[in-house]
């Protein structure tokens, strides 16, 4: 089976996708913005061929690669995982009759007020939402719905862009740094807790499935420097009456929306109205994210994946032995990190849990709204989850990153 793959070099984990697809019997056909002759020879050695684009965003010069790559081979699939990647992606399969996600589901995917409105009219429980673009529309958005609501924009992903609006002062606010900005997705604002759910499709069926908790909310951990925010992966998704219900509304969520084959990723509220889906993406998620499910549960992740697409099938059953976490480590301002206290006590304490762990000592600092692996951060596994959740309490209390 040929697959061109988009982008094989960035970010950090994005080179396991060509190494599972190469292991699984695929010829790989990959297409990316980096030089060839920059990649290591161990991702080259998983490239069967490859071709450079200025931007892989750009549907023409995708395409040119495609049309390049159906000059001597057949090509069966054009897969991309990163968000920004999956609409032009799904634009070029259409345009070359290469099967695969459509741009329809594709757009659903990537288009929030347009996602929710189709998963509305299927039942799915979400919160009200419009696209708007003009102030005139938020604020009749406003006097409907009420305060809190968020503005975020359409095709973001994570809480990139997203603003929390609580009052008419905060609205004023908000529209000034928008701007000349064009249409934003507005939503109700739901309290609850927040988590996401993670699955790997072939045909329409579910097939591999993981569920995750934030502490706290992405928008709050984002926003706030001195929270060490973490997300842990549960080993319990069997157990209980929230994850029946949460994996009901997988199912619905992706029928409703048309996906098949494919990975996703798909963000949920337990709201005091019950459970509540917030939104999708036909990809899998960020962050190291598949690193956790593949050490929680003994399996290699992105050969299951590679195993969809080139196989339709998936053989790989999750152990479910260990949940499995992360926490991001936050510097105690911005500048050059030049001492993180408290690690050698930890390592002391939870050694044989550790996953792998990220101490950029001597490094200039990221934003802290860059997200969970921005800074520093730890990975680790046990076998009980609440016990995890409290070891990585500890660790946030105790390791703290110092910067000048």
Known sequence: MNVVFVEPNFPRNQ???????????????????????????????WIDHYYQVGSVTDVDQLSAAVTHFQGFAWIDALEATIESHTLPAAVVRERHGIPGTSVHTTYLCRDKPAMKEALRKAGVPTAASIGASNAEEIRAFVAEQGYPIIIKPRDGAGAAGTHKVSNDNELDAVLDTLGHTGSVAVEEFIEGHEGFYDTISVDGEIKLDFASHYYPGVLEAMRTRWISPQYISTNRIGEGELYGQLRELGERVNEALGIRTSATHMEYFVSPKGLRFSEIGARPPGVGCWDLYAAGNDIDIFRAWADAIVHHQVWHVPSRQFASGIIALRPDRDGTITHIDGVEEVHRKYGPLFIDEHLPYGQGTQPIEAGYMANAWMRLRHRDFDTLRDILDDIGRTVQVRAS
């Open 15 to 45: 080179r396991e996708f060509p190494r599972a697809l190469k292991a699984v019997g695929a010829t790989v056909l990959a297409v990316g913005e980096t030089p060839w002759e920059w990649l290591d020879e161990e991702l080259q050695s």
